[in-house]
């Protein structure tokens, strides 16, 4: 497995932006698929964003499309989502994954494929 740590969250208000960062440790980051999900209070953890492991490919949930974006740099071992045109609806605990026992995956969208998990960064969206 492979240790994850988020920062970056905070209390903001409507419109506003924030980049989340997750750095993970071991040698071979660059081999995974990374994504990041999200769980508002009472609800289940949602899928977010993910991005291949090469960092060309992106897909996203229909309801963070054209807000955020998730990339990724294999030379520091973390990956990023950049979250504008925030919203209430995106108050939530944002965690992010890696599939560290998929090499080589593609993208995937829910969580089973995710071995590994961070311990999650508030967003607060204020209205």
């Known amino acids: 497995q492979v240790q994850l740590v988020e920062s970056g969250g905070g209390l903001v208000q409507a419109g506003d932006s924030l980049r989340l960062s997750c750095a993970a440790s071991?040698?071979?980051?660059?081999?995974?698929?990374m994504a990041w999900f999200r769980q508002a209070p009472g609800k289940e953890r949602e899928f977010v964003a993910t991005?291949?492991?090469?960092?060309?490919?992106?897909y996203y949930a229909e309801s963070v499309k054209g807000r955020f974006t998730i990339s990724r740099d294999n030379a520091k071992n973390t990956v990023y989502l950049q979250m504008d045109s925030l919203k209430p609806e995106d108050t939530a605990v944002y965690y992010c994954?890696?599939?560290?026992?998929?090499?080589?995956?593609?993208?995937?969208?829910?969580?089973?494929?995710?071995?590994?998990w961070g311990q999650g960064t508030q967003v607060t969206v204020s209205s």
């Open positions: 991005i291949m492991w090469t960092g060309d490919k992106t």
């Open positions: 071991g040698r071979t980051f660059s081999n995974y698929v």
């Open positions: 994954a890696a599939a560290s026992l998929h090499p080589y995956g593609t993208l995937y969208t829910n969580e089973q494929p995710y071995d590994s």
